[in-house]
Protein backbone atom coordinates (compact mmCIF):
# COMPACT_ATOMS: atom_id res chain seq x y z
CA UNK A 1 0.00 0.00 0.00
CA UNK A 2 2.70 2.28 1.30
CA UNK A 3 5.75 1.94 -1.25
CA UNK A 4 8.46 4.63 -0.48
CA UNK A 5 10.12 5.11 2.74
CA UNK A 6 9.39 8.58 3.70
CA UNK A 7 5.42 7.79 3.16
CA UNK A 8 5.42 4.57 5.59
CA UNK A 9 7.81 6.98 8.18
CA UNK A 10 4.64 9.46 7.93
CA UNK A 11 1.86 7.27 8.46
CA UNK A 12 3.87 5.40 11.31
CA UNK A 13 5.04 8.96 13.00
CA UNK A 14 1.03 9.87 12.33
CA UNK A 15 -0.19 6.73 14.09
CA UNK A 16 2.68 6.87 17.09
CA UNK A 17 1.91 11.12 17.68
CA UNK A 18 -1.72 10.51 17.51
CA UNK A 19 -1.64 7.29 20.01
CA UNK A 20 0.71 8.97 22.06
CA UNK A 21 -1.91 12.66 22.24
CA UNK A 22 -4.56 10.10 23.23
CA UNK A 23 -2.83 8.75 25.82
CA UNK A 24 -1.49 12.03 27.02
CA UNK A 25 -5.26 13.56 26.85
CA UNK A 26 -6.85 10.65 28.95
CA UNK A 27 -4.16 10.47 31.20
CA UNK A 28 -4.35 14.42 31.97
CA UNK A 29 -8.20 13.84 32.11
CA UNK A 30 -8.05 11.18 34.37
CA UNK A 31 -5.93 13.12 37.10
CA UNK A 32 -7.50 16.52 36.94
CA UNK A 33 -11.10 14.38 37.85
CA UNK A 34 -8.62 12.18 40.35
CA UNK A 35 -7.76 15.26 42.04
CA UNK A 36 -10.94 17.18 41.42
CA UNK A 37 -12.91 14.05 43.37
CA UNK A 38 -10.35 14.67 46.35
CA UNK A 39 -10.81 18.91 46.63
CA UNK A 40 -14.70 17.64 46.90
CA UNK A 41 -13.91 14.82 49.60
CA UNK A 42 -11.60 17.00 51.36
CA UNK A 43 -14.34 19.67 51.34
CA UNK A 44 -17.45 17.26 51.70
CA UNK A 45 -16.09 15.72 54.78
CA UNK A 46 -15.12 19.38 55.91
CA UNK A 47 -18.80 20.05 55.39
CA UNK A 48 -19.48 17.21 57.46
CA UNK A 49 -17.85 17.85 60.38
CA UNK A 50 -18.81 21.26 60.33
CA UNK A 51 -22.01 20.81 60.48
CA UNK A 52 -22.16 17.66 62.90
CA UNK A 53 -20.47 20.21 65.30
CA UNK A 54 -23.31 23.00 65.13
CA UNK A 55 -26.22 20.21 65.05
CA UNK A 56 -24.42 18.61 68.47
CA UNK A 57 -23.87 21.95 69.81
CA UNK A 58 -27.60 22.43 69.52
CA UNK A 59 -28.92 19.24 70.89
CA UNK A 60 -26.82 20.32 74.03
CA UNK A 61 -27.87 23.73 74.65
CA UNK A 62 -31.87 22.48 74.47
CA UNK A 63 -31.35 18.90 76.33
CA UNK A 64 -34.09 17.33 74.38
CA UNK A 65 -34.98 14.07 74.76
CA UNK A 66 -36.30 12.91 71.76
CA UNK A 67 -33.77 13.37 69.29
CA UNK A 68 -35.76 12.68 65.96
CA UNK A 69 -38.60 14.93 67.10
CA UNK A 70 -36.87 17.33 68.13
CA UNK A 71 -34.33 17.83 64.86
CA UNK A 72 -38.06 17.94 62.93
CA UNK A 73 -38.75 20.36 65.14
CA UNK A 74 -35.44 22.62 64.64
CA UNK A 75 -34.83 21.69 60.88
CA UNK A 76 -36.03 25.01 59.45
CA UNK A 77 -33.69 27.12 61.69
CA UNK A 78 -30.83 24.12 61.09
CA UNK A 79 -31.24 24.89 57.54
CA UNK A 80 -31.32 28.76 57.63
CA UNK A 81 -28.14 28.42 59.96
CA UNK A 82 -26.24 25.85 58.45
CA UNK A 83 -26.78 27.49 54.20
CA UNK A 84 -25.10 30.18 55.80
CA UNK A 85 -22.25 28.65 57.44
CA UNK A 86 -21.37 26.30 54.68
CA UNK A 87 -22.70 28.69 51.41
CA UNK A 88 -24.45 26.10 49.99
CA UNK A 89 -28.10 24.88 49.69
CA UNK A 90 -29.11 22.80 52.45
CA UNK A 91 -31.87 20.45 53.30
CA UNK A 92 -33.37 18.13 56.30
CA UNK A 93 -35.20 15.28 55.94
CA UNK A 94 -36.64 12.64 58.52
CA UNK A 95 -35.08 9.54 59.09
CA UNK A 96 -37.73 8.10 56.41
CA UNK A 97 -36.58 10.33 53.94
CA UNK A 98 -39.06 12.51 54.49
CA UNK A 99 -38.30 16.46 53.60
CA UNK A 100 -38.81 18.39 56.69
CA UNK A 101 -37.21 21.80 55.44
CA UNK A 102 -35.09 22.90 52.47
CA UNK A 103 -33.34 26.07 52.37
CA UNK A 104 -34.11 25.88 48.30
CA UNK A 105 -36.04 22.94 47.25
CA UNK A 106 -35.82 23.71 43.29
CA UNK A 107 -31.58 23.16 43.49
CA UNK A 108 -33.06 19.78 44.64
CA UNK A 109 -36.07 18.77 42.44
CA UNK A 110 -35.60 16.37 39.59
CA UNK A 111 -32.05 15.81 40.77
CA UNK A 112 -30.96 12.11 41.18
CA UNK A 113 -31.26 10.84 44.94
CA UNK A 114 -29.05 8.05 45.05
CA UNK A 115 -27.09 9.71 47.87
CA UNK A 116 -29.90 10.30 49.43
CA UNK A 117 -31.27 6.80 49.86
CA UNK A 118 -27.75 5.65 51.13
CA UNK A 119 -28.01 7.99 53.45
CA UNK A 120 -31.07 6.59 54.64
CA UNK A 121 -29.27 3.35 54.79
CA UNK A 122 -27.31 5.02 57.71
CA UNK A 123 -24.40 5.98 55.12
CA UNK A 124 -22.75 8.92 53.91
CA UNK A 125 -22.88 9.36 50.23
CA UNK A 126 -22.37 12.30 47.55
CA UNK A 127 -23.13 12.57 44.23
CA UNK A 128 -21.21 14.44 41.00
CA UNK A 129 -22.64 16.18 38.74
CA UNK A 130 -21.04 18.21 35.96
CA UNK A 131 -20.39 19.24 32.35
CA UNK A 132 -17.81 21.49 31.01
CA UNK A 133 -17.81 24.02 33.30
CA UNK A 134 -20.48 23.89 35.75
CA UNK A 135 -20.46 20.97 38.72
CA UNK A 136 -22.79 20.43 41.29
CA UNK A 137 -22.70 17.71 44.25
CA UNK A 138 -25.16 16.23 45.99
CA UNK A 139 -24.01 15.62 49.28
CA UNK A 140 -26.00 13.57 52.16
CA UNK A 141 -25.00 11.65 55.37
CA UNK A 142 -27.30 10.41 58.73
CA UNK A 143 -26.98 12.47 61.13
CA UNK A 144 -26.70 10.52 64.47
CA UNK A 145 -26.93 11.47 68.58
CA UNK A 146 -25.69 9.12 71.33
CA UNK A 147 -25.81 6.62 68.58
CA UNK A 148 -29.88 6.79 67.47
CA UNK A 149 -30.23 8.54 63.58
CA UNK A 150 -32.24 11.36 64.58
CA UNK A 151 -32.38 12.63 60.30
CA UNK A 152 -30.45 13.31 57.45
CA UNK A 153 -28.52 16.41 55.99
CA UNK A 154 -28.36 17.13 52.33
CA UNK A 155 -26.29 19.84 51.06
CA UNK A 156 -26.07 21.16 47.21
CA UNK A 157 -22.87 22.75 46.56
CA UNK A 158 -21.73 24.28 43.77
CA UNK A 159 -18.04 23.48 42.23
CA UNK A 160 -18.20 25.48 39.25
CA UNK A 161 -15.46 27.30 39.76
CA UNK A 162 -13.59 24.03 40.40
CA UNK A 163 -14.68 22.25 37.17
CA UNK A 164 -14.52 25.26 35.04
CA UNK A 165 -10.85 25.90 36.10
CA UNK A 166 -10.19 22.28 35.39
CA UNK A 167 -11.81 22.64 32.08
CA UNK A 168 -9.26 25.44 31.88
CA UNK A 169 -6.20 23.87 32.24
CA UNK A 170 -7.66 20.40 30.60
CA UNK A 171 -8.18 22.98 26.99
CA UNK A 172 -4.78 24.46 27.80
CA UNK A 173 -2.45 21.44 28.09
CA UNK A 174 -4.94 19.84 25.18
CA UNK A 175 -4.02 22.66 22.75
CA UNK A 176 -0.27 23.16 23.85
CA UNK A 177 0.28 19.03 23.58
CA UNK A 178 -1.59 19.28 20.48
CA UNK A 179 0.55 21.88 19.10
CA UNK A 180 3.89 19.92 20.59
CA UNK A 181 2.66 17.18 18.74
CA UNK A 182 2.06 18.69 15.30
CA UNK A 183 5.15 20.44 15.93
CA UNK A 184 7.32 16.93 16.69
CA UNK A 185 5.33 15.45 13.50
CA UNK A 186 6.11 18.33 11.61
CA UNK A 187 10.02 18.30 12.33
CA UNK A 188 10.10 14.20 12.38
CA UNK A 189 8.49 14.52 8.88
CA UNK A 190 11.03 16.81 7.58
CA UNK A 191 13.62 14.75 8.93
CA UNK A 192 12.53 11.84 7.49
CA UNK A 193 12.07 13.39 4.44
CA UNK A 194 15.72 14.81 4.94
CA UNK A 195 16.65 11.43 5.19
CA UNK A 196 14.74 9.67 2.60
CA UNK A 197 14.97 12.30 -0.40
CA UNK A 198 18.74 11.05 -1.00
CA UNK A 199 18.02 7.33 -1.06
CA UNK A 200 14.61 8.05 -3.56
CA UNK A 201 18.17 9.86 -5.45
CA UNK A 202 20.14 6.84 -5.14
CA UNK A 203 17.17 4.88 -6.80
CA UNK A 204 16.50 6.45 -9.10
CA UNK A 205 19.88 6.49 -10.43
CA UNK A 206 20.51 2.74 -9.42
CA UNK A 207 17.39 2.82 -11.84
CA UNK A 208 18.90 4.64 -14.54
CA UNK A 209 22.21 2.48 -14.64
CA UNK A 210 20.70 -0.92 -14.42
CA UNK A 211 19.04 0.85 -17.81
CA UNK A 212 22.45 1.46 -19.36
CA UNK A 213 22.75 4.98 -18.05
CA UNK A 214 26.74 5.02 -17.35
CA UNK A 215 26.26 8.98 -17.16
CA UNK A 216 24.24 9.70 -14.49
CA UNK A 217 25.53 11.01 -11.07
CA UNK A 218 24.27 11.05 -7.20
CA UNK A 219 24.24 14.87 -6.54
CA UNK A 220 24.12 14.31 -2.61
CA UNK A 221 26.29 16.81 -0.65
CA UNK A 222 26.33 15.86 2.44
CA UNK A 223 28.88 14.06 4.73
CA UNK A 224 26.74 12.30 6.70
CA UNK A 225 26.59 7.95 5.76
CA UNK A 226 24.48 8.93 3.00
CA UNK A 227 26.74 11.10 1.85
CA UNK A 228 29.58 8.67 1.92
CA UNK A 229 27.19 6.10 0.22
CA UNK A 230 26.36 8.53 -2.51
CA UNK A 231 29.97 9.17 -3.09
CA UNK A 232 30.92 5.62 -3.13
CA UNK A 233 28.23 4.88 -5.47
CA UNK A 234 29.58 7.53 -7.76
CA UNK A 235 32.96 6.60 -7.18
CA UNK A 236 31.29 2.79 -8.53
CA UNK A 237 30.01 4.11 -11.70
CA UNK A 238 32.99 5.56 -12.10
CA UNK A 239 34.69 2.32 -12.10
CA UNK A 240 32.41 0.49 -13.93
CA UNK A 241 32.11 2.91 -16.65
CA UNK A 242 36.20 2.89 -16.73
CA UNK A 243 36.17 -1.07 -16.62
CA UNK A 244 33.47 -1.23 -19.54
CA UNK A 245 35.61 1.54 -21.33
CA UNK A 246 38.86 -0.97 -21.09
CA UNK A 247 36.50 -4.09 -21.95
CA UNK A 248 35.21 -2.24 -25.29
CA UNK A 249 38.96 -1.00 -26.00
CA UNK A 250 40.26 -4.89 -25.12
CA UNK A 251 37.37 -6.05 -27.32
CA UNK A 252 38.10 -3.43 -30.21
CA UNK A 253 42.08 -4.40 -30.37
CA UNK A 254 41.01 -8.15 -30.02
CA UNK A 255 39.02 -7.35 -33.16
CA UNK A 256 41.51 -5.78 -35.10
CA UNK A 257 44.22 -8.43 -33.57
CA UNK A 258 41.97 -11.26 -35.26
CA UNK A 259 41.29 -9.34 -38.55
CA UNK A 260 44.92 -9.05 -38.79
CA UNK A 261 45.81 -12.38 -37.88
CA UNK A 262 43.45 -13.06 -40.47
CA UNK A 263 44.98 -11.17 -42.86
CA UNK A 264 48.07 -12.09 -42.09
CA UNK A 265 47.29 -15.58 -42.46
CA UNK A 266 45.39 -15.16 -45.86
CA UNK A 267 48.82 -12.93 -47.37
CA UNK A 268 51.13 -15.67 -45.92
CA UNK A 269 49.05 -18.36 -47.62
CA UNK A 270 48.75 -16.18 -50.94
CA UNK A 271 52.19 -15.40 -51.00
CA UNK A 272 53.38 -18.92 -49.84
CA UNK A 273 50.94 -20.79 -52.39
CA UNK A 274 52.04 -18.76 -55.47
CA UNK A 275 55.95 -19.68 -55.77
CA UNK A 276 54.57 -23.17 -54.66
CA UNK A 277 51.86 -23.82 -57.07
CA UNK A 278 54.70 -22.38 -59.76
CA UNK A 279 57.41 -25.17 -58.30
CA UNK A 280 54.52 -27.70 -58.20
CA UNK A 281 54.00 -26.51 -61.92
CA UNK A 282 57.01 -26.87 -63.51
CA UNK A 283 57.84 -29.92 -61.91
CA UNK A 284 55.36 -31.59 -63.36
CA UNK A 285 56.05 -30.42 -66.17
CA UNK A 286 59.74 -31.46 -66.45
CA UNK A 287 58.83 -34.83 -65.40
CA UNK A 288 56.35 -35.23 -68.17
CA UNK A 289 58.42 -33.48 -70.31
CA UNK A 290 62.05 -32.42 -69.63
CA UNK A 291 63.47 -35.46 -71.39
CA UNK A 292 62.98 -34.74 -74.42
CA UNK A 293 62.61 -31.03 -74.29
CA UNK A 294 65.60 -29.22 -73.08
CA UNK A 295 64.80 -25.73 -73.36
CA UNK A 296 61.52 -26.72 -71.22
CA UNK A 297 63.80 -28.23 -68.61
CA UNK A 298 66.22 -25.80 -68.65
CA UNK A 299 63.42 -22.76 -68.28
CA UNK A 300 61.53 -24.88 -65.54
CA UNK A 301 64.54 -25.50 -63.26
CA UNK A 302 65.45 -22.08 -63.79
CA UNK A 303 62.17 -21.03 -62.32
CA UNK A 304 62.08 -23.27 -59.83
CA UNK A 305 65.32 -22.07 -58.61
CA UNK A 306 64.57 -18.37 -58.39
CA UNK A 307 60.87 -19.11 -56.68
CA UNK A 308 62.53 -21.64 -54.50
CA UNK A 309 64.94 -18.58 -53.01
CA UNK A 310 62.14 -16.23 -53.13
CA UNK A 311 60.26 -18.89 -50.82
CA UNK A 312 63.38 -19.25 -48.69
CA UNK A 313 63.60 -15.42 -48.22
CA UNK A 314 59.89 -15.20 -47.63
CA UNK A 315 60.53 -18.01 -44.73
CA UNK A 316 63.64 -16.13 -43.52
CA UNK A 317 61.78 -13.09 -43.16
CA UNK A 318 58.53 -14.19 -41.42
CA UNK A 319 61.48 -15.98 -38.88
CA UNK A 320 62.76 -12.78 -38.45
CA UNK A 321 59.70 -10.92 -38.08
CA UNK A 322 58.29 -13.27 -35.35
CA UNK A 323 61.25 -11.93 -33.18
CA UNK A 324 62.43 -15.56 -33.69
CA UNK A 325 64.96 -14.58 -36.03
CA UNK A 326 67.23 -13.08 -32.43
CA UNK A 327 68.32 -16.25 -31.65
CA UNK A 328 70.75 -16.22 -29.60
CA UNK A 329 73.80 -13.67 -31.52
CA UNK A 330 75.05 -11.72 -28.97
CA UNK A 331 75.12 -8.20 -28.10
CA UNK A 332 77.90 -5.86 -29.38
CA UNK A 333 79.13 -2.48 -29.41
CA UNK A 334 78.48 -1.17 -32.46
CA UNK A 335 79.84 2.01 -34.56
CA UNK A 336 76.38 3.06 -36.14
CA UNK A 337 77.59 5.79 -37.88
CA UNK A 338 80.37 3.41 -39.52
CA UNK A 339 77.41 0.53 -40.19
CA UNK A 340 74.97 2.94 -42.02
CA UNK A 341 78.11 4.12 -44.66
CA UNK A 342 79.01 0.32 -44.94
CA UNK A 343 75.71 -0.15 -45.77
CA UNK A 344 74.70 3.15 -47.95
CA UNK A 345 78.33 1.86 -50.19
CA UNK A 346 76.74 -1.33 -50.75
CA UNK A 347 73.12 -0.39 -51.66
CA UNK A 348 74.78 2.43 -53.81
CA UNK A 349 74.14 -0.20 -56.92
CA UNK A 350 70.95 -1.11 -56.05
CA UNK A 351 70.11 3.21 -55.81
CA UNK A 352 71.76 3.57 -59.74
CA UNK A 353 69.95 0.95 -60.85
CA UNK A 354 66.41 2.50 -59.68
CA UNK A 355 68.11 5.51 -61.38
CA UNK A 356 68.37 7.44 -57.96
CA UNK A 357 71.45 9.11 -55.93
CA UNK A 358 71.76 7.81 -52.24
CA UNK A 359 73.69 10.39 -50.18
CA UNK A 360 75.03 9.40 -46.56
CA UNK A 361 75.60 11.53 -43.65
CA UNK A 362 77.07 10.27 -40.25
CA UNK A 363 79.44 10.91 -37.88
CA UNK A 364 81.65 9.20 -35.85
CA UNK A 365 81.79 8.11 -32.21
CA UNK A 366 77.90 7.09 -31.92
CA UNK A 367 77.98 3.94 -30.38
CA UNK A 368 75.24 1.51 -29.91
CA UNK A 369 74.79 -1.94 -28.47
CA UNK A 370 73.05 -4.77 -30.14
CA UNK A 371 73.60 -7.64 -32.60
CA UNK A 372 75.07 -5.99 -35.83
CA UNK A 373 73.75 -8.14 -38.31
CA UNK A 374 70.21 -7.62 -37.54
CA UNK A 375 71.00 -3.83 -37.09
CA UNK A 376 72.23 -3.69 -40.43
CA UNK A 377 69.37 -5.44 -41.84
CA UNK A 378 67.41 -2.63 -40.36
CA UNK A 379 69.17 -0.16 -42.83
CA UNK A 380 68.98 -1.96 -45.18
CA UNK A 381 65.22 -2.51 -45.26
CA UNK A 382 64.84 1.21 -44.81
CA UNK A 383 67.19 2.05 -47.80
CA UNK A 384 65.84 -0.29 -49.84
CA UNK A 385 62.32 0.68 -49.44
CA UNK A 386 63.02 4.28 -50.30
CA UNK A 387 64.64 3.44 -52.62
CA UNK A 388 61.62 1.64 -54.16
CA UNK A 389 58.91 3.64 -52.81
CA UNK A 390 60.70 7.23 -53.48
CA UNK A 391 59.61 9.30 -56.60
CA UNK A 392 61.93 8.82 -60.12
CA UNK A 393 65.33 10.27 -60.32
CA UNK A 394 64.87 11.19 -56.81
CA UNK A 395 68.12 11.97 -53.92
CA UNK A 396 67.41 9.53 -51.00
CA UNK A 397 69.29 10.76 -47.87
CA UNK A 398 70.61 8.20 -44.96
CA UNK A 399 71.89 9.99 -41.67
CA UNK A 400 73.42 8.90 -38.40
CA UNK A 401 72.98 11.86 -35.59
CA UNK A 402 73.57 11.98 -31.83
CA UNK A 403 69.60 13.08 -30.57
CA UNK A 404 69.17 14.07 -26.43
CA UNK A 405 72.00 10.69 -25.56
CA UNK A 406 70.59 8.61 -28.10
CA UNK A 407 71.42 7.74 -31.87
CA UNK A 408 68.71 8.53 -34.55
CA UNK A 409 68.87 6.97 -37.89
CA UNK A 410 67.20 8.85 -40.67
CA UNK A 411 66.02 7.88 -43.83
CA UNK A 412 64.56 10.52 -46.37
CA UNK A 413 63.18 10.09 -49.39
CA UNK A 414 61.07 12.30 -51.71
CA UNK A 415 58.01 10.99 -53.20
CA UNK A 416 53.84 11.22 -52.88
CA UNK A 417 52.87 12.21 -49.41
CA UNK A 418 51.57 9.74 -47.28
CA UNK A 419 47.98 9.94 -45.53
CA UNK A 420 48.21 9.95 -41.84
CA UNK A 421 46.01 7.38 -41.13
CA UNK A 422 47.96 4.96 -43.40
CA UNK A 423 51.26 5.53 -41.52
CA UNK A 424 51.44 3.25 -38.65
CA UNK A 425 49.86 0.53 -41.22
CA UNK A 426 53.14 0.44 -43.08
CA UNK A 427 55.07 -1.72 -40.60
CA UNK A 428 52.21 -4.13 -40.08
CA UNK A 429 53.14 -7.31 -42.36
CA UNK A 430 52.07 -7.61 -45.83
CA UNK A 431 51.05 -3.91 -46.19
CA UNK A 432 51.40 -2.72 -49.77
CA UNK A 433 50.97 0.04 -50.79
CA UNK A 434 49.73 2.14 -53.96
CA UNK A 435 52.51 4.36 -53.77
CA UNK A 436 55.41 4.19 -55.82
CA UNK A 437 55.99 0.89 -57.94
CA UNK A 438 57.71 -2.10 -55.57
CA UNK A 439 59.97 -4.49 -56.96
CA UNK A 440 58.62 -7.94 -58.46
CA UNK A 441 58.54 -10.45 -55.44
CA UNK A 442 58.02 -8.10 -52.84
CA UNK A 443 55.65 -8.74 -50.07
CA UNK A 444 55.42 -6.09 -47.66
CA UNK A 445 57.57 -7.15 -44.72
CA UNK A 446 60.38 -5.20 -44.97
CA UNK A 447 59.25 -2.34 -42.37
CA UNK A 448 57.44 -4.72 -40.53
CA UNK A 449 61.06 -6.75 -39.50
CA UNK A 450 62.55 -3.27 -39.16
CA UNK A 451 60.13 -2.98 -36.23
CA UNK A 452 60.59 -5.54 -34.50
CA UNK A 453 64.04 -5.80 -34.50
CA UNK A 454 64.04 -2.04 -33.03
CA UNK A 455 61.63 -3.54 -30.28
CA UNK A 456 63.66 -5.98 -29.73
CA UNK A 457 66.32 -3.39 -29.14
CA UNK A 458 64.44 -1.30 -27.05
CA UNK A 459 64.33 1.58 -29.34
CA UNK A 460 61.81 3.37 -31.20
CA UNK A 461 60.69 3.56 -34.84
CA UNK A 462 58.13 6.37 -36.61
CA UNK A 463 57.34 7.46 -40.05
CA UNK A 464 56.01 11.23 -40.86
CA UNK A 465 55.33 12.20 -44.27
CA UNK A 466 54.39 15.89 -45.14
CA UNK A 467 54.90 18.19 -47.94
CA UNK A 468 55.55 15.16 -50.74
CA UNK A 469 58.60 14.16 -48.11
CA UNK A 470 58.85 10.63 -46.35
CA UNK A 471 60.85 10.42 -43.40
CA UNK A 472 61.23 7.23 -41.20
CA UNK A 473 63.40 7.87 -37.77
CA UNK A 474 65.27 5.16 -35.52
CA UNK A 475 65.87 6.12 -32.61
CA UNK A 476 68.29 3.85 -30.54
CA UNK A 477 69.69 4.01 -26.90
CA UNK A 478 73.15 5.52 -27.00
CA UNK A 479 76.32 3.07 -25.13
CA UNK A 480 77.84 4.85 -22.96
CA UNK A 481 81.74 3.99 -21.54
CA UNK A 482 84.87 5.52 -20.37
CA UNK A 483 86.17 5.38 -24.18
CA UNK A 484 83.22 5.77 -26.10
CA UNK A 485 80.75 8.83 -25.13
Known sequence: MFRTISARFAVGFLLIFTLAFLILNQS?????????????????NGLKQNSSVYVRQAFLIRQYANGELYFGQMAEEMVSELRYATSSEV???????????????????????????????????????????SGTVLFSYPVVMDGLEVGILRFSKDFSLLYGQSGRILDTIFYMALAIFAAVFLLSYLLSRHMTLPLAKLARASKAVRGG?????????????????????NGMIEQIGSQ?????????????????????????????????????????????????????????????VEESRRLQGMVLNLLEMSSGGAGSEPFEVTDAGSMLRDVCESM?????????????????G?????????????????????????????????????????VRLVVRNPGETIAPEQLDRWFQPFYMSDHGTPEAGS???????????VDDHGGTVRMVSADRMTRVEVTMPAYRTEGAL
Not at 348 to 364: H, I, M, N, P
Open 28 to 44: VKEVIRTSNQKIITDDL
Open 91 to 133: SAYATDGTLLSSSQPAAFAGQDDADLQQAMQGKTAYLITYDDD
Open 213 to 233: NLEVRAEIRRKDEIGRLAADF
Open 244 to 304: ISTIASDRDRLKRMSEERKQFFDNVTHELKTPLTSILGYGEMIREKGETDRSLFDKGMTHI
Open 348 to 364: AFRAQRYRKTLVCESGD
Open 366 to 406: LWIEGQPRRLRQVLINLIDNAIKYSAPQAEIAAMAEAADGD
Open 443 to 453: VGLGLSIVKAI
